[in-house]
């Protein structure tokens, strides 16, 4: 069903990359919208010069079913981000970000099951509390291609990817809590 051998390649490029950073500062941060969502989350930011970090977050949902909906996914998004303020991970920023996310949803009497691909831009703001603390606000669009099994509830699920496209979406969301490890 999942590309899983695509997805644990885009892990290990993505830890080579991160080992790679040699980086003053780390942050640790969570998205407190996906946890609202019952999406537990995590993320890393390496500080990579005065303007720029790397952003690497990820997600997943277990559930099989939340009332009336099943949504069972898991994700995976790295970012480029340039901070205007000349200090990293405070204030202003934009970034270039990557989405790549497997999903088994159910909506009304349709399920769908496969994966997504693709990036976009995004913005946002981190508001300093003190020397190792801030709230940061995030939102980005882009592009994602998606393959995927669509069937009815009820009826076997086809034996090869059925449905394919590309949607504009919202690819980031957040109001994250981060910690600044120095």
Not at 25 to 48: C, S
Not at 137 to 154: N, P, Q
């Amino acid at each position: 069903m999942f590309n899983i051998c695509r997805g644990w390649l885009l892990v290990v490029g993505l830890v080579v990359c991160a080992g790679t950073v040699h980086a003053q500062r780390i942050a640790v941060k969570t998205n407190a919208l996906y946890w609202a969502a019952l999406t537990p989350n995590m993320g890393f930011e390496f500080t990579l010069s005065r303007h720029f970090t790397l952003n690497i977050e990820g997600d997943f949902s277990p559930f099989d079913k939340i009332g009336q909906y099943g949504i069972k996914h898991g994700s995976l998004t790295p970012e480029v981000r340039y901070w205007f303020s000349g200090r990293p991970q405070t204030r202003h920023f934009v970034g270039v970000a990557g989405m790549a996310t497997m999903y088994d949803l159910q909506a009304k009497n349709t399920r769908h099951s496969g994966d997504a691909f693709g990036g976009g831009v995004t913005y946002g703001y981190s508001y300093v509390l003190n020397r190792h603390w801030s709230i940061e606000g995030t939102v980005g669009l882009g592009l994602l291609h998606r393959s995927e099994m669509k069937y009815a509830c009820g009826t076997p699920m086809p034996d090869e990817i059925n449905h394919r496209g590309i949607a504009f979406a919202p690819i980031k969301l957040g109001i994250s809590a981060v910690y600044i490890i120095k």
